[in-house]
T-cell receptor, first 112, second 115 residues
Framework: DAGITQSPRHKVTETGTPVTLRCHQT?????MYWYRQDPGHGLRLIHY???????DKGEVSDGYSVSRSKTEDFLLTLESATSSQTSVYFC???????????FGQGTRLTVV | AQSVTQLDSQVPVFEEAPVELRCNYS??????LFWYVQYPNQGLQLLLK??????LVKGINGFEAEFNKSQTSFHLRKPSVHISDTAEYFC?????????????FGPGTRLSVLP
């Protein structure tokens, strides 16, 4: 398995609270991605990073922010969680030379 | 923008029968195509990929896929399925040059293999 760790694996939080999800890699890969998975939508890109402090928005970025201060860590923050952000969140990594993405085990987030 | 269509949201099939999961993508100059599998409560695992060359690509677990540029399709096939193939399957595409490529995923097809 590619060295990707997502934490926490499960979280229940209340509407309006901030939440941060962490993705940690040991592969030294350049690209990192955050996706959300919802029934009938497949995986949708939230934000991605192409290097330290280099990030960009995906198709469903509203309500989310990211930071990457080190190559190995990519943080996803929900500034004020809403029920529509209840989802399973996946982190993925990809090296410059490799074309496929490797996925973490996912974080199941429930906003009540 | 690139898009991926998986027409079948669910495919039930009996064990040892053949299966085809369909994937179509919107046209682009150059594409890389992938099939991923997701078992319950797990992340996505790469089944196979098409980058260039032979249009018939073989992957893990006996799966194969054929790239058809004229029909913009990348259908996944297996001649004889097992119970353990029950999972959700995602087709994905990336386009452009090697810098800043992002994956676009289809909505997924849930394969249920029946005894």
């Amino acid at each position: 398995d590619a060295g990707i760790t997502q934490s926490p694996r499960h979280k229940v939080t209340e509407t309006g609270t901030p939440v941060t999800l962490r993705c940690h890699q040991t592969e030294n890969h350049r690209y990192m991605y955050w996706y959300r998975q919802d029934p009938g939508h497949g995986l949708r890109l939230i934000h991605y990073s192409y290097g330290v402090k280099d990030t960009d928005k995906g198709e469903v970025s509203d309500g989310y922010s990211v930071s990457r201060s080190k190559t190995e860590d990519f943080l996803l923050t929900l500034e004020s969680a809403t029920s529509s952000q209840t989802s399973v969140y996946f982190c993925a990594i990809r090296g410059r030379a490799n074309t496929e993405a490797f996925f973490g085990q996912g974080t199941r987030l429930t906003v009540v | 923008a690139q898009s991926v269509t998986q027409l079948d949201s669910q495919v039930p099939v009996f064990e040892e029968a053949p299966v085809e999961l369909r994937c179509n993508y919107s046209s682009s100059v150059s594409v890389y195509l992938f099939w991923y599998v997701q078992y319950p409560n797990q992340g996505l695992q790469l089944l196979l990929k098409y980058l260039s060359g032979s249009t018939l690509v073989k992957g893990i677990n006996g799966f194969e896929a054929e790239f058809n540029k004229s029909q913009t399709s990348f259908h996944l096939r297996k001649p004889s399925v097992h119970i353990s193939d029950t999972a959700e399957y995602f087709c994905a595409v990336i386009t452009g040059d090697n810098y800043g490529q992002n994956f676009v995923f289809g909505p997924g097809t849930r394969l249920s293999v029946l005894p």
